[in-house]
């Protein structure tokens, strides 16, 4: 099973989680990992969608969560039967699948029904049927596909008709009182080399004559049918296996079980689990939002891996990673931030260094690997870290991301000063968003041993269209921290022009009163010169929430 290598961003992502995601997915496959895939675990923020669209790169594929699906445990497209196949061939290739059935589909590839043996069993009896006449739905074409038949004659190959089945095994005038008493125009003919059958059959208008073991058709009578219209073919088997094969000769699409319902292969496999055990083989059709079917998933299937597999860019603490994480192999990690509570049970590639931005980092692993940077992936990185960085200001900036700016700046053909105010100017987007958009911008859950919180970020030119939506802001962290059971949930607003951040924040009066520094009239406090959540505000609140108790 080829596995799908999701490199993965944190929970509402910033420019530069997407950013290294989308450059270090490229340098992977570079490097011989076809199958990597770049991915967020979230909206893109305003800035982010500037950068992208200006630099023309396709945004990663949205992953909003990772809670086991039922396209996770498929081994990819499985083999399927167009639904105008004939059974016998149908059946054929079903015998040949492990899991004994096939989903049948259209020529667009939705699914019609499930093939197998329970359903085809059901529906030949409904069809043969000793007490009544057989009726198939057939056509001359299937006749021929299925008999492999030499054509004589053939008319309207394609057109489905109810079939009635008659073998020339009386008399001439047995047959003709049989023949008689039954409308021609759907009757097919079984007959060897019997010319007098053979010609009143044709009189009689049939809609098609069959003749057994190879033999051919009586002189004279071709041109006869050909007035009548009388499809004509020979069949190298004897009577009684070509009268077996015309009933395996119906469109496959009659004889499906269409009760079986397919599954979405974004459908929860927890929501699944019944209707596995409940279904036909323990086995179920798989589609896409078209309806096409891309797998099938048996009950054996959950016991294996599923064919995700992760590469986790700019975090490391899961519970900052997208829902649902902990159930596949993690085969790397590359980040800048500081050291969460992270285990696996086996050996994995970790790069953490304290640089400004994961960007930083994967521009590095180009120049490591001697692998070229196209210029759109070179702008998108330098965009990364300027957007981390705070235009190379922040206190996490280091010698290091000045470098890196400089090299991708000179690759990409653009001028510092003029990216950085033109990455500026999207911040002035965000103070306008619906307050519970602007907290999940960019917000981070972090856990300490018992104590867990969370801060968002939100950089903008000016504050006061925050300020003043201050009261909204605070009751919404409040509502946000009790729904989580946070010991403390913060909004931190960065204004990149002046070098200063305001802090709203909902927390105990414990807590509160160990926070000295200013406040404005709205009820935030004033944070000069404190720029970095990672490397500032964080350290912070966890040595003030450690003396509060």
Not at 207 to 232: W, Y
Request: charged share 20%; with cysteine.
């Amino acid at each position: 099973m080829t596995k799908t290598v999701y490199i993965l961003g944190h929970r509402n992502p910033d420019t530069d989680s997407v950013v290294a995601a989308t450059a270090y997915a490229h340098l992977k496959r570079q490097l011989g990992m076809a199958n990597c895939v770049a991915a967020r675990a979230g909206n893109l923020n305003p800035q982010t969608e500037y950068i992208f669209e200006r630099f023309a790169v396709p945004v990663p594929e949205l992953v909003p969560d990772l809670i086991p699906k039922a396209g996770f445990y498929t081994a990819g497209p499985p083999p399927v039967v167009d639904l105008n196949v004939p059974l016998w061939e149908a059946l054929e290739r079903m015998n040949a699948s492990p899991l004994k059935v096939m989903p049948v589909v259209d020529g667009d590839g939705r699914y019609h029904s499930l093939l197998h043996y329970h359903a085809f069993a059901g529906n030949l009896l409904e069809r043969v049927n000793p007490h009544k006449k057989t009726v198939i739905q057939t056509s001359v074409h299937h006749l021929l596909a299925t008999l492999k038949a030499q054509p004589i004659l053939a008319f309207d190959e394609e057109r489905l008709f109810k079939a009635m089945i008659s073998v020339a095994a009386s008399t001439l005038d047995g047959f003709r009182s049989m023949l008689d008493a039954e409308p021609a125009d759907n009757m097919l003919v079984l007959v060897g080399d019997r010319e007098d059958v053979q010609r009143y059959a044709i009189e009689r208008g049939v809609r098609a004559l069959i003749i057994t073991n190879g033999k051919s058709l009586g002189k004279g009578l071709k041109e006869l049918a050909g007035q009548r219209r009388v499809s004509v073919m020979s069949s190298p088997f004897d009577t009684s296996s070509t009268a077996l094969l015309i009933i395996y000769s119906t469109p496959v699409r009659f004889m499906g079980d269409a009760t079986v319902r397919p599954v979405h292969r974004r459908d929860a496999v927890r929501k699944l689990r019944p209707q596995l055990a409940a279904a036909v083989n323990r086995c179920l059709p798989v589609v896409d939002d078209d309806g096409r079917v891309t797998g099938l998933l048996a009950e054996g299937d959950l016991i294996n891996e599923p064919n995700i597999q992760l590469i986790l860019v700019d975090h490391n603490e899961l519970s900052q990673a997208v829902e649902g994480v902990e159930n596949y192999r993690i085969l790397e990690v590359l980040d800048h931030h500081r050291l969460g509570t992270f285990a696996t049970p086996y050996p994995i590639t970790f790069i953490n260094r304290p640089v400004g931005a994961t960007s930083t980092l994967v521009a590095g692993l180009y120049r490591e690997h001697k692998v070229p940077l196209p210029r759109n992936l070179a702008a998108l990185l330098l965009c990364g870290i300027l957007s981390d960085t705070l235009l190379l200001q922040s206190a996490t900036t280091t010698d290091a991301d000045r470098a890196m700016a400089d090299y991708l700046a000179t690759i990409a053909d653009l001028d510092l000063p003029t990216l950085g105010r033109d990455i500026l100017g999207t911040a002035s987007q965000a103070g306008k968003l619906p307050i519970a958009e602007l907290l999940r911008l960019d917000r981070k859950e972090y856990r300490e041993q018992d104590l867990r919180f969370a801060v968002s970020q939100v950089e903008v030119t000016c504050p006061d269209e925050i300020m003043g939506r201050h009261e909204p802001i605070l009751a919404a962290l409040a509502a946000e921290r009790q729904a989580h059971g946070y010991r403390f949930a913060a909004l931190m607003v960065t204004d990149i022009t002046q070098l200063t951040s305001y802090l709203f924040i909902a927390a105990e009066r414990d807590l509160l009163t160990l926070l000295t520094y200013p406040r404005t009239d709205q009820g935030a406090y004033i944070l000069k010169d404190l720029l970095s959540r990672k490397k500032q505000l964080v350290p912070l609140l966890l040595e003030l929430a450690e003396k509060a108790g």
